[in-house]
Structures are given as structure tokens and as C-alpha cells.
């Protein structure tokens, strides 16, 4: 009976945990609701978000909030729309086209996601 317990929690946990695609996806709807904590429960305590090829923008969650708190509340039109995707193991390469405000600009967003939580994040401009 003890053994069967184990194997069925065990079943469970595998069917609860969240694919790096399904974090990455949960991370773009709260950014298109432009709902922050919701966004940032998608990332790791040390986020590091980078500019192609590797250059460190923000390093840690703290930094990263303060910046996209920003960025949210000076949008009044926040969108973005996921062009294409690959999906190679625990990283997301997203081609994405924002709309921000009046402005609409493209980019590429590739995600690495470890332990349920994006851990960087690399953008090509």
C-alpha cells in the first residue's frame, strides 16, 4: 500500500510540473495582460536578461521588476504576438512582434527555462 502511495504521487508530480514551452507561454499572456506579478512568478531570482550575443542587461528578479513596472504602466497598448516558435529541450526561441502604444517593432526572444522558471533570456534586435 506504501508503494503504491509513492508511485501514485510521484505520477502526480510528473503530471503537474510545467513543459519550458507552458512557463514561456504563461509568461507572454500575463506580459499581454500586462500583469507584473504574474510575469515575474515566471522567472528565477537570478534572471539574467541579455542583448545578442552577450551582452548582460539586468542581472536578478529586483532589477528586472523595477524595469518592466515601468515599461507596463507607460503602456496604454501592450501586445505581444508569438510569430513563430521553437521549442529545443529547456530553451524557447520565440519571433515575436510587440505593439507598444503606436509603435509596432519585431524581435527574437530565446528563453532558456530551468527548475519551472525562466532563467535568461537572449534578445536579437
Do not use: W
Not at 507572454?28 to 534572471?47: G, I, P, R, T, W
Not at 550575443?53 to 529586483?62: Q, R, S, W, Y
Not at 505581444?80 to 530553451?91: A, D, H, L, P, Y
Not at 522558471?117 to 536579437?124: E, Q, R
Amino acid at each position: 500500500m506504501k508503494k503504491l502511495f509513492l508511485l501514485c504521487m510521484f505520477v502526480s508530480a510528473l503530471g503537474s510540473a510545467q513543459t519550458a514551452e507552458q512557463i514561456v507561454q504563461k509568461q507572454v499572456e500575463a506580459y499581454n495582460q500586462k500583469d507584473l506579478n504574474a510575469f515575474m512568478d515566471c522567472y528565477s531570482e537570478d534572471v539574467k536578461l541579455y542583448t545578442y550575443p552577450n551582452t548582460l542587461d539586468v542581472e536578478g528578479k529586483a532589477k528586472m521588476r523595477e524595469q518592466y513596472a515601468q515599461f507596463f504602466n507607460s503602456a496604454k497598448t501592450l501586445h505581444c504576438t508569438v510569430v513563430k516558435r521553437i521549442v529545443s529541450g529547456n530553451r524557447i526561441i520565440d519571433e515575436e512582434s510587440v505593439q507598444y502604444n503606436s509603435t509596432t517593432f519585431g524581435g527574437v526572444a530565446i528563453y532558456e527555462v530551468k527548475d519551472g522558471k525562466i532563467i535568461s533570456v537572449t534578445f536579437l534586435n
